[in-house]
């Protein structure tokens, strides 16, 4: 079968893989589940705690191997794992779950941003990543409104099938997806596992740390982890348990979700629009204004959305909170991309900088979250919101230096050669 152009694969996967709801998942664990505010923060840092673990050495197997391989198997068991969730009703069984979702999760993190970026280059990857951004939201709204009809009459069966649809893209991928901007060092040249592994981590690691603004974004991602993962587990218990949803009929909570779901997605979906109008072809500096203006609505956003008394408020707030969050992946990929100019170990760069968000979910989860068991949801997402400060300080420093790396005074060590 003949391969698919790379940008028509992945817009492709943006739009499959946006269709399964984790809303639905959430009102799963809160509804029907009826896990604590611990519980579900544990949930999370199990999952972080597995890609902590696994991050690295899968983003070294991509960057070693194949990136189009690392993308079959996480698809896979992602989808596996999503189907397991609903397969016990029990907090060990949604454990284990989440830790196996974390496992494939790690395989593609890394090595999707690697794959494209390689294959339609680091020059022109930035409006790739704003177009599949949007294309996402489209692929959200679709699947959300499929999920919400479907959980209407069984909410289990909805999760299943966003499982199995996650696992069919990996299927898909083996037959449609191409991969020519990677290419394997030739046999004569390579050493054996363990030592293309090791080559490949020393060499990644060598060259963060002789890039400073590398190191910045890596910090980034540990404190935006830590802030992010209280948001998400919460915003559904908040919700039901503190804010109250509104009382017209006897709608479903699955679908009143649906419904601030569904139009979190069309603003998001408009708004990146301009954002890809105005801004697909933008520098990094303007790049870094924008990350710290939309971290700032994030910030503002989670306290207010915690503060909340009335629903009103409290919509409004998270609408304005996960527009900014959306907003940012394609901008931070974009400048992290440009930031790592030796394609052979991408996929193992990034994968350092999803690691770093691992340990701020994993670390930072279990403290808010019992910060949420001792004085309430409230309070556990207020402090999520306040650790946003240093994310806005460390842009602030990226910003005095124009979003590039100083020139160093001395060469990193170098590379390791197998």
Same mark, same amino acid.
């Given at each position: 079968?003949?391969?698919?152009?790379?940008?028509?694969?992945?817009?492709?996967l /943006?739009?499959?893989?946006?269709?399964?709801?984790?809303?639905?998942?959430?009102?799963?664990?809160?509804r029907?589940?009826?896990?604590?505010?611990l519980?579900?923060?544990?949930?999370?840092t199990?999952?972080?705690?597995?890609?902590?673990?696994?991050?690295?050495?899968?983003?070294?197997?991509?960057?070693?191997?194949?990136?189009?391989?690392?993308?079959?198997?996480?698809?896979?068991?992602q989808?596996?794992?999503?189907?397991?969730?609903?397969?016990?009703?029990?907090?060990?069984?949604?454990?284990?779950?989440?830790?196996?979702?974390?496992?494939?999760y790690?395989?593609?993190?890394?090595?999707?941003?690697?794959?494209?970026?390689?294959?339609?280059?680091?020059?022109?990857?930035?409006?790739?990543?704003?177009?599949?951004?949007?294309?996402?939201y489209?692929?959200?709204?679709?699947?959300?409104?499929?999920?919400?009809?479907?959980?209407?009459?069984?909410?289990?069966?909805?999760?299943?099938?966003?499982?199995?649809?996650? !696992?069919? !893209?990996?299927?898909?991928?083996?037959?449609?997806?191409?991969?020519?901007?990677?290419?394997?060092?030739?046999?004569? /040249?390579?050493?054996?596992?363990? =030592?293309?592994?090791?080559?490949?981590?020393?060499?990644?690691?060598?060259?963060v740390?002789?890039?400073?603004?590398?190191?910045?974004? %890596?910090?980034? !991602?540990?404190?935006?982890?830590?802030?992010?993962?209280?948001?998400?587990?919460?915003?559904?218990? =908040?919700?039901?348990?503190d804010?109250?949803?509104?009382?017209?009929?006897?709608?479903?909570p699955?679908?009143?979700f649906?419904?601030?779901?569904?139009?979190?997605?069309?603003?998001?979906?408009?708004?990146?629009?301009?954002?890809?109008?105005?801004?697909? =072809?933008?520098? %990094?500096?303007?790049?870094?204004?924008?990350?710290?203006?939309?971290?700032?609505?994030?910030?503002?956003?989670? %306290?207010?959305?915690?503060?909340?008394?009335?629903?009103?408020?409290?919509?409004? !707030?998270?609408f304005?909170?996960?527009?900014?969050?959306?907003l940012?992946?394609?901008?931070y990929?974009?400048?992290?991309?440009?930031?790592?100019?030796?394609?052979?170990?991408?996929?193992?760069?990034?994968?350092?900088?999803?690691?770093?968000?691992? %340990?701020?979910?994993?670390?930072?989860?279990?403290?808010?979250?019992?910060?949420?068991?001792?004085?309430?949801?409230?309070?556990?997402?207020?402090?999520?919101?306040?650790?946003?400060?240093?994310?806005?300080?460390?842009?602030?420093?990226?910003?005095?230096?124009?979003?590039?790396a100083?020139?160093? =005074?001395?060469?990193? /060590?170098?590379?390791?050669?197998?």
């Amino acid at each position: 079968m003949r391969r698919l152009p790379a940008t028509t694969v992945y817009y492709g996967l /943006e739009f499959v893989l946006s269709m399964p709801s984790y809303i639905l998942i959430a009102v799963y664990l809160v509804r029907d589940l009826n896990l604590s505010p611990l519980e579900l923060i544990l949930v999370g840092t199990v999952m972080e705690a597995t890609v902590f673990v696994t991050e690295v050495p899968t983003g070294i197997l991509a960057d070693t191997y194949s990136r189009r391989l690392s993308l079959i198997v996480s698809f896979v068991i992602q989808g596996a794992a999503i189907v397991l969730i609903t397969s016990v009703p029990h907090i060990a069984v949604v454990l284990l779950a989440w830790g196996l979702w974390g496992f494939g999760y790690t395989f593609m993190s890394g090595a999707y941003e690697a794959w494209i970026t390689d294959e339609v280059g680091a020059e022109n990857v930035g409006p790739v990543f704003m177009r599949g951004n949007r294309i996402s939201y489209a692929g959200a709204f679709v699947g959300l409104m499929l999920g919400v009809t479907l959980a209407t009459q069984s909410l289990r069966g909805a999760v299943i099938a966003g499982g199995v649809l996650t !696992a069919l !893209a990996g299927v898909a991928c083996i037959f449609v997806m191409p991969e020519t901007g990677f290419r394997r060092r030739p046999v004569g /040249e390579r050493g054996g596992p363990f =030592h293309e592994f090791r080559t490949t981590a020393v060499n990644a690691t060598r060259f963060v740390r002789a890039q400073p603004m590398l190191l910045l974004l %890596i910090a980034v !991602a540990f404190f935006a982890g830590m802030s992010t993962e209280t948001f998400d587990r919460l915003q559904e218990a =908040h919700f039901i348990r503190d804010i109250g949803l509104p009382k017209i009929g006897s709608l479903d909570p699955v679908v009143w979700f649906g419904l601030f779901g569904a139009g979190g997605l069309l603003i998001a979906f408009f708004a990146s629009g301009t954002l890809v109008k105005r801004f697909e =072809h933008a520098g %990094i500096a303007t790049i870094v204004k924008l990350l710290f203006g939309l971290t700032c609505v994030m910030m503002i956003g989670q %306290i207010v959305f915690g503060l909340a008394g009335g629903i009103a408020v409290a919509i409004a !707030a998270v609408f304005a909170t996960s527009l900014a969050r959306s907003l940012v992946y394609p901008l931070y990929m974009t400048w992290l991309n440009q930031q790592i100019t030796d394609s052979s170990i991408r996929a193992t760069v990034i994968s350092m900088n999803g690691q770093s968000d691992a %340990i701020g979910q994993a670390g930072g989860g279990p403290l808010l979250g019992a910060i949420g068991n001792a004085w309430g949801i409230r309070v556990a997402l207020v402090a999520g919101g306040l650790v946003l400060a240093p994310v806005l300080a460390l842009y602030g420093r990226a910003l005095a230096r124009g979003g590039n790396a100083p020139e160093l =005074h001395e060469l990193p /060590e170098p590379a390791l050669q197998p």
